[in-house]
């Protein structure tokens, strides 16, 4: 059975919004094409799926923006690649190397796990809360970066029980931001 694994940015005080942590720099872009290449597909709602393609699709032209860097492209290239599942009730149809995921996302998810591979990802904020209800993540990485946001999105907030995590990996990166990776204890 293939791993889903939550990996996200996060600042000190829990926040998860996208825009609230450290900006990204070689190594943390290097850090996520790493975890984006350990991926089979990834699992995403609408709000991150819609998220994602508007910053990371391939644009038609097939040439990256000139707003990305030589040192962004890699994870470009990664995130366009891999197949998606997105779960959603609003959206009709989706592309960009996607399916839609719709009734009892805990059995898609488990039917996901089930196929051979090394492993799956998932993103966001509203989604990882219901996997981890549902007992489906095998591993948590959470980026954690020198930064007190303030307000905002909340790591796994409204989780209706406590989750208790074994710390299996640490990362210290250059930034300050501290990659800290977990597993449920059993």
């Known amino acids: 059975m293939r791993p889903l694994r939550y990996s996200i940015n996060v600042t000190l005080d829990g926040c998860v919004h996208h825009e609230a942590g450290v900006a990204p720099d070689e190594e943390l872009m290097g850090?996520?094409?790493?975890?984006m290449q350990r991926a089979d597909a990834v699992l995403y709602g609408r709000t991150t799926y819609e998220m994602m393609e508007s910053a990371w699709r391939r644009p038609a032209s097939g040439v990256w923006p000139d707003w990305m860097s030589e040192w962004e492209i890699p994870f470009a290239e990664a995130i366009d690649r891999v197949p998606k599942h997105?779960?959603?009730?609003?959206?009709?149809?989706?592309?960009?190397?996607?399916?839609?995921?719709?009734?009892?996302?805990?059995e898609a998810v488990q039917q996901l796990k089930r196929q051979p591979g090394q492993g799956l990802s998932v993103g966001g904020v509203t989604l990882p809360r219901a996997l981890a209800e549902l007992g489906l993540i095998d591993e948590f990485t959470f980026v954690v970066h020198p930064v007190v946001a303030g307000s905002g999105p909340r790591l796994l907030d409204g989780l209706s029980q406590r989750l208790s995590l074994e710390l299996i990996e640490r990362r210290e990166l250059a930034s300050g931001a501290v990659a800290h990776t977990y597993r449920p204890r059993c």
């Open 31 to 35: 850090f996520w094409t790493a975890e």
């Open 86 to 106: 997105v779960v959603s009730r609003t959206l009709d149809a989706v592309d960009w190397n996607a399916e839609l995921i719709r009734g009892d996302v805990g």
